[in-house]
Nanobody
Framework: QVQLVESGGGLVQAGGSLRLSCAASGSIFSINVMGWHRQAPGKQRELVARIISGGPTNYADSVKGRFTISRDNAKNTVYLEMNSLKPEDTGVYYC?????????WGQGTQVTVSS
């Protein structure tokens, strides 16, 4: 089994910053992708950013230039540095990994950006 534990969410004013962390444990060999989705109230879950084994990254257009995803393979941890936050970034942020064709999700962490 795989366990994902997220941390770092909270309440921040517009223009502020937050850093999310997600630590993976358990059967975590051969992780191909680590990343983050988010779900705003009344909206579908959407990809925010992902980092593929070997380094390539992808970002949603709405966060490009403001968010940075990184990965510490030694710690099996993925990070999401979020800067210049906007109220529309508000939502529950879910960490996920893809391993041997299976997707595993964290429990989610709330990010609230006040205007």
């Amino acid at each position: 089994q795989v366990q994902l534990v997220e941390s770092g969410g909270g309440l921040v004013q517009a223009g502020g910053s937050l850093r999310l962390s997600c630590a993976a444990s358990g059967s975590i060999f051969s992780i191909n992708v680590m990343g983050w989705h988010r779900q705003a109230p009344g909206k579908q879950r959407e990809l925010v950013a992902r980092i593929i084994s070997g380094g390539p990254t992808n970002y949603a257009d709405s966060v490009k230039g403001r968010f940075t995803i990184s990965r510490d393979n030694a710690k099996n941890t993925v990070y999401l540095e979020m800067n210049s936050l906007k109220p529309e970034d508000t939502g529950v942020y879910y960490c996920y990994i893809v391993r041997t064709g299976n997707v595993y999700w964290g429990q989610g962490t709330q990010v609230t950006v006040s205007s």
